[in-house]
Structures are given as structure tokens and as C-alpha cells.
């Protein structure tokens, strides 16, 4: 199951998309890119969410403008640097925090800030310095946070489901708190399975130094399609007692799937905007079996 586009989707999608293309190129290639991006979307099942289109769209990019398939290499780079020059400090701030698991929760969701596709011309660096200063005063759903460390502390299987580069660093510290408060879990890390919008791919993994194994999801939708699922990604999923899933577009591919999820993103879209009845930016905490009633 997934959350399919609506009317509101499509037109982000295409406003998002055409802002970008208008200018890498002239009025044709603009015209062409439109017309192949309509194309794209009669071409998709009805029920395709979002994160399922961001394949053609980067094909479209590459066959009219010629950029490369990983397009936000530069930004994922340095998203990483930003990350790595903050991580000792991120660290001790959530160590010495009455609750460093909770910390580090607070930490991982601030960083699904970094985010260079959905929250595009809107992502700084410096207003994420000045968001990371007040990380501590955020607010979650205590009762599903209860309800995750209770499962944690009796489940053995943890599967991490990554979101963008940058903020697996911010992912990074979260795993290490969870690691010391239930020594008993097998933490394992899911990246994508090659260039997904900005997301977290294995060299992200590399250059922010997770400790932990690290799998991909054998694709590039930049979310969890269950559908195309790497082997050793389903049984990973399969076999984990809890997912974690971070990012909004992790949960627009998996909502309603029935695994025994925690999903913990930012509110980027109108779609989830109306959803939750919340403002953007809005941090979350909900878990599978409640949130798909939604």
C-alpha cells in the first residue's frame, strides 16, 4: 500500500519540476519536458504515489537536459560535510540530554530538514544551524514514543529505513543512543539502491560512518516501494521485530503496508498538511497501526 497522488500531488509535482526545468534550458525544451512529464504521469498506475515518479521524471531530466543521474551529488556532499564538521557536538548535546534516546529522536527528525527535492529553494544551511539550537524544545507524541522503546526493549531486530544524505548523520547519532540504551538489538541501516533525489545511497553511509550494517533497497525511488524491494531488503523487513522509517517519503510508499513501522519525518507537502492537520515542518511520530486509519 502507499498514499497515490491526488489532483494536489500532480500539480506540486509539475510546478515543482517545471520550475526546475525552465531553468536548465529554452521554451522547447521546457514545452518537451512538460509534455513528457504528462506522459509520465497517464503512464503510472492510479494509485502511484509520489516518490514512485521520481524515476521517469530523472530520466526526463537526463534525455532533455543531459544532467547526470545523480543530480544532487553536490548537494548530498555537502549535506554530508555539514553533518560530519557538527557531529561531535550533536553527540554531546544529546549524551548529556535526561533522555538521549529521546534526544536523539528529536536529532534524526530535525535532520529530515535536509531535503533538496521536496522542500526545494527552501533548504539552508544556515537556518538549519539556527533549528539545531532549539532541537531539544521539540515535540512528540510521547505515548508512540513510549510504545517504540517498549517494543525495542523486547523486540531483537531493528531496521533502519534512511531518508536523505546529511541526515543519515543525524541518523547516525539516533542508532548510537538506541545501541547503548538496548544493547541486545541488531541495528541494521537501508539506504536506496542508487541516485534517488538526494537521498542516502551507501557512499552516504560511508561518509558519514555508520557503525552499523548497511543494505539498500535495490532501488531508485526515493522511498520504500515494496514492490521493488531487494531481496535482502524484504527479508530484512520480513524478519525485523521493529522499522524505523524516516522521511515523509518513506511513509508515502509504506502507509497502510501492515509492517510494524514508527514513521518519523517532517511535514513537507499539502498532502500531509491535510492529512495530520498540522502546519509544514510539523515533526512526527506515528506508528503503522494507527497512522493508516488516518
Known amino acids: ?7 494536489q500531488c500532480y ?6 519540476n517545471m520550475e526546475t526545468a525552465r531553468a536548465l534550458g529554452d521554451e522547447a525544451q521546457a514545452t518537451e519536458f512538460a509534455r513528457g512529464l504528462m506522459a509520465l504521469y497517464l503512464s503510472m498506475p492510479e494509485d502511484a504515489s509520489s516518490p514512485a515518479v521520481a ?5 526526463l531530466f537526463q534525455k532533455i537536459y543531459g544532467v547526470e543521474a545523480d543530480r544532487f551529488r553536490q548537494e548530498k556532499e555537502h549535506s554530508n560535510r555539514f553533518v560530519l564538521a557538527r557531529m561531535d557536538e550533536i553527540r554531546r548535546r544529546t549524551e548529556s540530554a535526561a533522555d538521549p534516546v529521546y534526544a536523539g529522536l528529536q536529532m534524526a527528525i530535525l535532520g529530515n530538514y535536509i531535503d533538496f527535492s521536496a522542500l526545494q529553494g527552501e533548504v539552508s544551511f544556515e537556518k538549519l544551524d539556527t533549528m539545531l539550537e532549539k532541537a531539544m524544545e521539540m515535540e512528540l507524541d ?3 514514543y513510549a510504545d517504540l522503546c517498549a517494543e525495542l526493549s523486547k523486540g531483537t531486530r531493528l531496521l533502519y529505513l534512511t531518508d536523505n544524505a546529511g541526515e543519515i548523520g543525524f541518523d547516525r547519532i539516533f542508532a548510537e543512543q538506541l545501541h547503548k540504551a538496548f544493547p541486545h538489538l541488531i541495528i541494521t ?6 541516485p534517488a533525489q538526494n537521498d542516502a545511497t551507501r557512499e552516504d553511509a560511508v561518509a558519514v560512518g555508520i557503525p552499523f550494517p548497511v543494505i539498500d533497497n535495490g532501488s531508485t525511488v526515493p522511498g520504500t516501494e515494496l514492490s521493488l524491494l531487494s531481496a535482502e531488503a524484504k527479508a530484512a523487513m520480513d524478519a525485523a521485530d521493529v522499522i524505523l522509517s524516516k522521511g515523509q ?5 509504506l502507509l497502510g503496508c501492515g509492517y510494524n513501522i514508527y514513521y518519523a ?15 509544514k ?5 506515528v506508528k503503522e497501526r494507527e497512522a493508516c486509519d488516518k
Do not use: W
Open 189 to 194: 541501516f537501508c539506504v536506496r539502491g542508487g
Open 249 to 253: 517519503g518513506n511513509a508515502e510508499t
Open 265 to 279: 519525518f517532517l511535514i513537507k507537502c499539502a498532502r500531509f498538511i491535510d492529512r495530520y492537520q498540522k502546519p
Open 1 to 7: 500500500m502507499s498514499i497515490g497522488m491526488d489532483a
Open 142 to 144: 510521547r505515548r508512540v
Open 55 to 59: 524515476p521517469g521524471t530523472n530520466a
Open 11 to 16: 500539480l506540486c509535482h509539475f510546478k515543482r
Open 281 to 285: 515542518l510539523t515533526p512526527m511520530l
